[in-house]
């Protein structure tokens, strides 16, 4: 149970629906290590379909899912995997991929919102200076941007990185995990942007609500190559489908409601601009997340996420700035409700109490 009345700490916070809780409850089960999970199976089917990949898995975290997609790729040790400096992997996930494939980074900055560019891509796929070996094995991006406030990658600027990416011969890995949000921003199919990529993974457990788990999608070799990673990973689990049951309940309900949280997110957003001028501009909140900038309260961003857990809201420091996200477990009432809390913080740090 989340100790906060409106708990915008994360799209991850989520409680199973009844839906969910009624079709975990009714799961027909089987042994996914062995592959006879039925509803493990009927899962990664409608992923592999919705995604328009030839086939799926079905695992704990979008981590692991990210590791295993990126572990294929990866040739080995002394080669890199290239991505926008801010990407999940290579902040959150770095020490994963030292500890678990030896996979380090070649990063760069763009000049857009988070997301690759064809311009930066190439940037990042030329040859080793020294010895003038091309020492990429993957190139990894990010739809949509975690560390900027949910930004969307263009579908025609994916299009543009992987003409790049084919003319360096590099496979592409997209980190998918809220893709769907991506699409329901833009009202695109999935496909504009998983047709690009070798791979790819969404998660179950963020915007669209399930309890547990996430996919790596891709070719059938790929795949059945990824099952053995998987194992390896210590990923094998046994009678999943309690778990897979909810994931489906999310897959089929959860894209078509996603709008309401990015309208949730920009009149938070709205409202927080017009109570601390210069600490949000609405038009960045494309998706579910609202990035504040806390100095135009005069509150460090450690003080302004305490001050509102004491007032009952979650929020979460990120990139230097404070984080909330809209998800299904928030009605309007309840960003009525941290608009409110917001506008009693916000007066604290003006008044310098």
Known sequence: MSPFRVDLRSDTVTTPSPAMRDAMAKAEVGDAWYGDDPTVNRLQERAAEVTGTEAALFVATGTMANQIGLALHARGAGHLVACEAGAHVATTEVASSAVLSGIAYRTGSSAERGWMTAELARRLLEPDDAFDVEVVDLLAVENTVGSHAGSVMPAEELRAVRKVAEEAGVPIHLDGARIFNAAAATGLDVREWTSQVDTMMFCLSKGLGAPIGSVLCGPAELIREARRIWILFGGGWRQAGVLAAAGLVALEEGPGRLAEDHARARRLAEAIAEISPGAVDPRTVETN?????????????????????????????????????????????????????????AGMGLRGS
């Open 289 to 345: 997340m609202v990035f504040v900038d806390t100095e135009a309260t005069g509150l460090s961003v450690a003080t302004a996420i305490e001050r509102l857990g004491v007032e009952g809201v979650g929020a979460v420091p990120v990139a230097g700035r404070l984080r909330m996200v809209t998800h299904r477990d928030v009605d309007d009432a309840g960003i009525a409700y941290a608009i409110d809390a917001w506008r009693r913080v």
